[in-house]
């Protein structure tokens, strides 16, 4: 069975860094496009960044854009997200999910697994 097991949350200061880790099994890791999304409290589900199967194309939400940087490494089936200079506002549960393919797609709602999240907490 697909399993998606994101680590490396916790809490961070303001302009600090943190580093995001989703262990994937059950699949083919090298086949499928994958993202990484968060959901702050009282808010959706929001796309953050993804990652073609291969790891040639990365895409960015705006306001992570130049802060966050996502790989995969595919010999170890693991997805990563770099976070750096991070805000307050970067504060909500992560989730790393699998597309329905190669691709990256941006809406939330066309992923058909998701982890359990790791929460990154973002405060002096």
């Known amino acids: 069975q697909v399993q998606l097991v994101e680590s490396g949350g916790g809490l961070a200061q303001p302009g600090g860094s943190l580093r995001l880790s989703c262990a994937a099994s059950?699949?083919?890791?090298?086949?499928?496009?994958m993202s990484w999304a968060r959901q702050a409290p009282g808010k959706g589900l929001e796309w953050v960044s993804g990652i073609n199967s291969d790891g040639s194309d990365t895409y960015y939400a705006d306001p992570v854009k130049g802060r966050f940087t996502i790989s995969r490494d595919n010999a170890k089936n693991t997805l990563y997200l770099q976070m750096n200079s991070l805000k307050p506002e970067d504060t909500a549960l992560y989730y790393c999910?699998?597309?329905?393919?190669?691709?990256?797609?941006?809406?939330?709602?066309?992923?058909?697994?998701w982890g359990q999240g790791t929460q990154v907490t973002v405060s002096s």
């Open positions: 059950g699949f083919t890791f090298s086949r499928y496009g």
């Open positions: 999910g699998r597309s329905q393919g190669s691709w990256v797609n941006i809406d939330v709602g066309e992923y058909d697994y």
